[in-house]
């Protein structure tokens, strides 16, 4: 396996702040690889690292086993497709996504053709013509990509792309990125705050927080296994019971996470975990509810219950005494760290 | 969209407000009338109204003047030199201070709008003595100097505020895109504040060709047009030519403000619609 | 690889040089930053900035009354005349800047006044098109001439001139009169009394009140103002306890022009008014037909503190973020 990117213990401050520390990461090539984490964690600064927009504070950056401190954006084998995506509003649709050829020095007629094919490919053959202010969100999303494409760079860098599209046309463009990316073969990072997204792209996922890395999983490991606290809730949103509660139940004073779909009320007295608590509120989610519950020491659990089920199932109104069972296997130990 | 809607629900102006608003832009205008009208008079040494009559006579008597000619070259000259001084020292320490931090930045920021904010008084005699001490005589490049130093903050400021309004990410995609520092100023660091540059130039030119405070220090024997006109209230029995003078200086200045506001007027359309 | 296939035009020697010029660049921000700001900051410190510091300087020096020369023995002497009241010169010296603020202030206050209602009218009740004409129409006026402007005035004001008539054709001789035998305001004529000059003034920098105080005004955003209306309060409060606070930092930024621009004008005085320097004529007498730099520089300070503690003042008052 050949390595895209490498980072190793790559720092970023901007005077006190940390904003990447102590980073290192290995991307393969061809991989589909996310940044995951809140505003803020570091994920889009390590994004410019690689483009090289910003250059690390501490530590070594690699691509494809180059060192890349010092070598300036316009040097690397890397483009990028941008939040805002940056489409330069005084060139027609064609001439953007034919810049960067045109800064290479390709001939004219050469490098419009190019970029006619370009812009074919991502559905937006008659739009040449156009300036960028002419287009819809998701077109000049597309165009973005088209541009960044051209050059045929080994690792395309996107800064959450698909932010300032609604809904629908976000569900569509994952699966086109996706497609996209298997066609090219080549490796794609991806920046994105929303853990759906990350979860239905990626071969792999890094999880940030506070500038640091807490996870780099699959993406069914890092939902079924969580490694910290901060990954259990933010992918998945599952419950963290601390290190005191889980030893009242289990005797092993360690915290550890609970999907919220692995707990069940019982009516009565069972076998398995159990814990007493009251039903604080009750949201309905189309699919499932979600029952806020109150247990012992204030601690708060989510369990969420399947709706439209043909089988009767408990249901305690709000306000209600209840009991919180789940399956033993059904907790994930999380390290002591984050 | 929404401003349409709150137009149409937005009642009539009443009245009170209407006859202050309309009277303040008749109070405006009022003087700009009266110079054009005077520049027509038949009269030769007063400004009695009723108007005494209608000639075009003084045009062609201005312009035979040897020093009104003078003084018009003078200004023109000037203004050109300080403009083009102005566009490459503001562009400059725009495109300096736009997007870096470091120490010392604001008091430069503060330092480039000195020459606006202190009176011209104070600039003009400060470069005046700084001459003295030099024991340089004013003359034309004295002018341009002080000229430049104001002009200068008239296109630092355009500038700046397109680089501001300028995403950043144009440069950082063009140079992703493979273009090195000089072909992303070229390709689309240029073209994004080109229309500023020129706005700025405009206006610089227009405030130089304007000048007489600063000049009035600067200048020693040297006639620009404004301290021509100056100089001429003493003396009654040029008013004619003064009036025609008078109005010709004006409509000059008028035309490339109005240039400079279309300038950034469509370029402001476009920056907004990105948003 | 396709891109194998693309005709690239071999790199020549400049292009190469510039690739490698960039690279330098990009490497030391330092080096960059200092060559883009080395020209304008040589131009700034050492012409402007020497020379007002130059000049304040020599307000230090000693102007000798006798010989007419300037002498670089250090004195407090200048000073002294504008701010210590036992010094024989300072009642002359503090009335002239009495005056110059009096008129200063008064000019603010007239353009503050007069500027807001149609400041208001353009933001509030112009729209699309004409917001464009009603925006030129005091843009106009502002950048046209200046001395223009000012000998324009005095045509209007001069005896027989296009006020005087209008007056007399309405038959009001007596109420002039009667204005300009007031005192402080009145004079000999139109043109030779405080109420011209005044005039003058507020004409000329009325524009820069406007533009500001209209810009403040705009961005407002009507919702705000729909929520006060929907809160239950009438218009009258709507804009008492909405609209003037959030447009106050405008008119703080227009008065910054008005104030500053009268306080160095010498031009207008001279053309209209009564007799009796303002600052900006005692620092150009005292330069030029005395030749006393250093009284003159002593005096150019007062306006310097002055719009300093203004400036001070108007950005406490949010002015800076409304310009």
């Known amino acids: 396996m050949t390595l895209a990117v490498e980072f190793s213990q790559i720092s970023r401050h901007y005077d006190a702040v940390r904003a990447v520390d102590n980073v290192s990461l290995a991307i393969a090539d061809g991989e589909f690889f996310s940044m995951l984490g809140p505003s803020g964690s570091g994920k889009t600064t390590c994004l410019r690292l690689i483009a090289g927009f910003e250059q690390p504070s501490a530590g070594s950056l690699r691509i494809h086993g180059q060192e890349a401190a010092g070598v300036p954006p316009y040097l690397r084998d890397v483009n990028t497709v941008f939040q805002d995506y940056a489409l330069f509003p005084h060139m027609s649709v064609l001439d953007n996504v034919a810049y960067g050829l045109m800064v290479k020095g390709v001939a004219k007629s050469t490098r419009l053709a190019r970029a006619e094919q370009m812009l074919a490919m991502v559905k937006l053959a008659d739009y040449g013509m156009r300036k960028p202010a002419a287009l819809s969100g998701g077109q000049r999303q597309r165009v973005a990509l088209a541009r960044a494409l051209i050059n045929q760079p080994r690792v395309l860098l996107l800064d959450e792309p698909l932010g300032a599209l609604d809904l629908k046309l976000r569900e569509a463009m994952q699966s086109e ?162 | 969209m929404r401003s349409d809607t709150a137009s149409g629900m937005q009642p009539a102006a009443p009245l009170w407000l209407r006859g202050l ?195 009035t220090f600067t200048a020693g024997h040297e006639k620009t047009l404004p301290i021509w006109l100056l100089n001429q209230l003493g003396r009654p029995r040029d008013v004619p030519i003064t009036n025609v003078v008078a109005m010709l200086v004006m409509l000059l200045t008028m035309g490339p403000i109005l240039l400079a506001w279309k300038l950034t007027q469509g370029t402001e359309a476009v920056a907004g619609s990105g948003k | 690889m396709a891109s194998a296939s693309l005709t690239l035009t071999p790199p020549t020697h400049l292009a190469r040089w510039r690739v490698q010029l960039s690279t330098l660049l990009y490497r030391r921000s330092t080096l960059t930053l200092f060559l883009l700001l080395a ?140 204005i300009l035998a007031l005192p402080v305001i009145g004079g000999s004529s139109l043109s030779t009394s405080n109420l011209g000059r005044f005039l003058v003034f507020t004409y000329i920098w009325l524009p820069f009140m406007i533009l500001p105080t209209q810009a403040a005004l705009e961005r407002v955003p009507p919702s705000l103002l729909q929520a006060s209306s929907d809160l239950g309060a009438t218009p009258a409060q709507t804009f008492r306890t909405v609209l003037l606070p959030l447009a106050f930092p405008g008119v703080v930024a227009g008065s910054i022009f008005t104030f500053s621009l009268t306080l160095g004008d010498y031009i207008i005085p001279t053309l209209v008014g009564p007799s009796g320097y303002f600052i900006g004529n005692m620092v150009y007498t005292m330069q030029g037909s005395i030749g006393n730099i250093p009284m003159a520089a002593a005096f150019t300070v007062v306006p310097i503190v002055i719009i300093t503690v203004y400036l001070a003042l108007a950005k406490r008052l949010g002015a800076f973020d409304a310009l």
């Open chain 1, 177 to 338: 990125l996706k497609a996209l990316q298997k066609q090219l073969g080549i490796t794609f990072i991806y920046v994105t705050h929303d853990q759906g997204e990350a979860l239905s792209m990626s071969d792999r996922v890094a999880v940030f927080n506070k500038g640091r890395i807490e996870q780099v999983d699959s993406p069914q490991q890092l939902y079924t296994q969580p490694r910290t606290a901060f990954v259990a809730d933010f992918v998945g949103g599952a419950n963290v019971l601390p290190a005191a509660l889980a030893e009242t139940l289990t005797g092993r004073a360690q915290a550890c996470a609970i999907r919220p779909e692995q707990i069940y009320f019982l009516s009565e007295h069972g076998a398995g975990l159990q814990l007493p608590g009251q039903v604080l509120d009750i949201q309905y989610h189309g699919a499932v509810s979600r029952f806020e519950v109150e247990v012992a020491g204030g601690q708060r659990l989510a369990v969420a219950v399947p709706n439209g089920q043909t089988l009767a199932q408990y249901r305690p109104e709000p306000g209600s005494a209840v009991r919180l069972a789940w399956a033993p296997e059904a907790m994930v130990w999380l390290s002591e760290q984050g």
């Open chain 2, 21 to 215: 608003a309309w009277g303040g832009l008749l109070f405006l205008h009022f003087p700009l009338v009266v110079v054009c009208l005077y520049a027509f008079n038949t009269e030769a040494s007063a400004f009695s109204f009723p108007l005494q009559g209608f000639t075009l006579h003084w045009f062609e008597a201005a312009l035979a003047r040897e020093d009104v000619l003078q003084a018009i070259w003078l200004s023109l000259k000037v203004a050109s030199g300080a403009t083009l001084l102005a566009l490459l020292l503001g562009g400059l320490a725009a495109a300096a201070l736009y997007r870096r931090n470091f120490l010392g930045r604001d008091a430069i920021t503060v330092m480039l709008s000195l020459p606006i904010a202190l009176p011209g008084i104070v600039t003009g005699i400060a470069l005046l003595s700084t001459f003295k001490l030099a024991e340089v005589d004013p003359n034309f490049w004295t002018i341009l100097i002080g000229h430049a130093t104001f002009c200068m903050v008239v296109v630092y400021n355009n500038v700046i505020a397109r680089f501001r309004r300028m995403p950043y990410s144009l440069v950082e995609a063009s140079m992703d895109l493979g273009a090195d520092s000089l072909q992303t100023f070229r390709h689309v660091v240029l073209p994004q504040i080109a229309t500023a540059l020129l706005a700025g130039g405009v206006l610089a030119f227009a405030l130089s060709f304007d000048e007489i405070i600063v000049t």
């Open chain 3, 39 to 178: 020209p304008p900051l040589l131009w700034f410190g050492v012409i402007y900035l020497g020379s007002l510091l130059a000049l304040l300087a020599q307000a230090f020096y000693t102007f000798d009354d006798f010989t007419m020369a300037v002498s670089p023995e250090l004195t407090l002497d200048n000073f002294r005349a504008i701010a210590d009241p036992s010094n024989p010169l300072f009642g002359a010296n503090i009335d002239i800047v009495l005056r110059t603020l009096g008129m200063a202030s008064a000019v603010t206050l007239a353009s503050a006044l007069l500027a807001f209602p149609i400041a208001y009218y353009m933001a509030r009740y112009v729209h699309g098109r004409w917001k464009g004409v009603w925006y030129i129409a005091v843009m106009l006026p502002m950048w046209a001439s200046y001395i223009v402007k000012a000998y324009s005035w005095t045509v209007i004001l001069a005896k027989g001139g296009i006020v005087y008539w209008l007056i007399g054709a309405l038959g009001l001789n007596g109420v002039l009169e009667a």
